[in-house]
């Protein structure tokens, strides 16, 4: 049937069912081939004629028939014992668990018995199969390490269980030094553990799904804040655009009005400048006259030429010319300054609206409330007192401090200008996340924040802090705290400090005011809903010298 050194796989002559050498083998409309019974057992079983490997399925049930040469070629691979060598890749690694009963080069184990301690290959592991010897065999997928289910000191196989020591024993121990103990086979305890080990895997496979569905929101959240970015962007440059179209407009406006009446006051600078030049002209050529009139020495060519002489014009006014000391057009360029100079007031306060707006975007879980002075600066951001505000009797310098003092200062009149209460609020809107620090000194001081609308007139109960449902205040003196909202005042303890941090998350409606030293100390933390942006507030005590700083934080 076969040469010399060909060799015949016995895979090929299997049965795919079985996994023995066909018995009987008959081939299925498909081409595969069975042994006869198995297929038979297989169809009855399944209820459906279909092949087991391809799963194509035959209506109505094929009639099998013996395949003879097939047959005859199975008796003689018996005969011959004729067998295919094994792939190099059947063949155990230095990481496989190789087969106990091969000599020479081992085959990979196909299983593990753990009742006799070894692994087989496929061939070996037959009489497992065959042999009702080996039915109550337990066999596990190839496992290297089977020794470690001999008792080292018994040298028997540990099938038990110690609860008490939680360990692995075999039946001699559970009488001898495990005696009294809480053991159990090791069945049992699997099946526990098993149990266990479900209700693990279900938590898990929960967590699996809650943490799929998280990723596919966060996927959804990035694509809506980069499709809110791009939009974003997109709008800003058009804005902006904008913003330097019209700036270059009016620039274009203001330099064509110059010219114009440059062009004007030019004109009429040169028009009076040839009326003079004329005049200067006659001038001259009337002086000469004259002065060759007066050389003549016959007295009576001069009384017969004098009342021929031609007259004098009337001279032009030289009080209407007008030498400005100044720069003509140096008005203009003023009032564009004062122009720029808004705009850039504007821009500033403006600006950091917009920065913290931007900052404040937070799809992820909210961030945990700082705890440490490093952690809080990291929300620092730089805030400065509005003049326009302050009451007259405080003294703004360095734009960030406030005295108060005894006499009234010059302010000019703005609505926004706190007339009863001697109070000022930050330039700057706060919004998002933000942190600052207040160091005062004297006998004290309201450390406050407020909504733009907070009345600027009228007595304590309508535009102080603390006083309404319009700011938030905490009152800072050598006795203590007391925090403020809506004319209620709480108590509040923590250590002395001449220094009080702010924190505010704006979105999260919290508000936290800290004892700043050596160590961060929380004095009071406020949980509520803001509706509008909030403005940093300051109110030194009345006494003269009393003062709050907005402190410069790095």
């Not at 097939?70 to 014992?81: F, I, N, P, S, Y």
């Not at 004329?278 to 001259?284: A, P, R």
């Amino acid at each position: 049937m076969a040469q010399k050194g060909v060799q015949v796989d016995q895979e090929s002559f299997s049965c795919s069912i079985c996994l023995d050498l066909l018995k009987d083998p008959v081939a299925i409309p498909c081409g595969h081939s069975y042994c006869m019974n198995c297929i038979k057992t297989h169809w009855d079983e399944e209820k459906l004629h279909s092949c087991p490997q391809c799963r194509q399925t035959f209506t109505p049930r094929p009639v099998l028939m013996k395949n003879t040469m097939l047959a005859d070629l199975v008796e003689q691979l018996k005969k011959t014992g004729l067998q295919a060598a094994p792939a190099d890749h059947c063949y155990a690694g230095p990481e496989d668990v190789s087969c106990d009963v091969c000599t020479g080069r081992k085959l990979k184990a196909f299983k593990s018995c753990l009742v006799c301690l070894a692994s087989y290959c496929e061939k070996h592991l037959q009489p497992h199969f065959k042999s009702p010897a080996f039915e109550k065999h337990k066999m596990v997928d190839p496992y290297n390490k089977l020794q470690e289910n001999i008792c080292s000191r018994h040298n028997e196989v540990m099938k038990m269980f110690c609860r008490t020591d939680q360990q692995c024993i075999c039946y001699l121990c559970s009488v001898e030094e495990h005696k009294g103990h809480d053991t159990v086979s090791a069945a049992a305890e699997r099946t526990e553990r098993q149990r266990e080990l479900e209700v693990s895997r279900l938590n898990i496979q929960q967590r699996i799904q809650d943490r799929e569905k998280d990723v596919k929101l966060l996927q959804q959240e990035e694509e809506k804040i980069n499709l809110s970015a791009d939009k974003a962007v997109e709008d800003n440059e058009k804005i902006f655009t904008e913003l330097i179209r019209l700036m270059e407009e009016r620039s274009s406006d203001v330099k064509q009005q110059v010219r114009s009446q440059q062009r004007t006051e030019v004109s009429r600078v040169k028009e009076l400048q040839e009326k003079l030049e004329q005049e200067i002209t006659e001038l001259k050529r009337n002086d000469t006259e004259l002065q060759q009139l007066s050389h003549t020495e016959d007295h009576n060519q001069i009384l017969h030429n004098y009342p021929s002489l031609s007259p004098l014009r009337e001279s032009t006014d030289s009080s209407s010319i007008k030498i400005s000391p100044l720069s003509y057009f140096e008005d203009v360029t003023e009032a564009v300054s004062e122009v720029r100079d808004e705009l850039q007031d504007v821009l500033r306060e403006k600006w950091t609206n917009i920065s913290l707006m931007v900052t404040e975007v937070d799809v992820l879980l909210q961030q945990p409330e700082p705890k440490t002075r490093a952690e809080f600066l990291k929300y620092s951001h730089e805030i400065t007192l509005d003049p326009n505000t302050a009451h007259t009797r405080l003294l703004l310098s360095d734009g960030n401090k406030a005295t108060c003092m005894s006499r009234k200062q010059f302010y000019s009149s703005h609505p926004d200008r706190f007339t009863g209460c001697q109070q000022v609020l930050s330039r700057e809107s706060l919004t998002g996340r933000c942190y600052w620090e207040v160091k005062w000194r004297g006998s004290g001081v309201e450390v406050a924040v407020a909504y733009k609308n907070i009345s600027r007139k009228g007595d304590w109960s309508e535009c102080g802090f603390g006083f309404n449902d319009q700011s938030w205040a905490l009152t800072c003196n050598k006795n203590g705290y007391n925090f403020g909202y809506n004319f209620i005042y709480t108590p509040v303890s923590g250590p002395q400090s001449s220094r009080v941090g702010v924190y505010l998350d704006h979105s999260a409606g919290i508000l936290s005011f800290y004892s700043v030293s050596e160590t961060m100390t929380l004095l009071h933390r406020v949980q509520t809903t803001f509706t509008q942006p909030l403005y940093a507030g300051l109110c030194p005590f009345s006494s003269f010298g009393d003062s709050a700083e907005l402190c410069k934080l790095k």
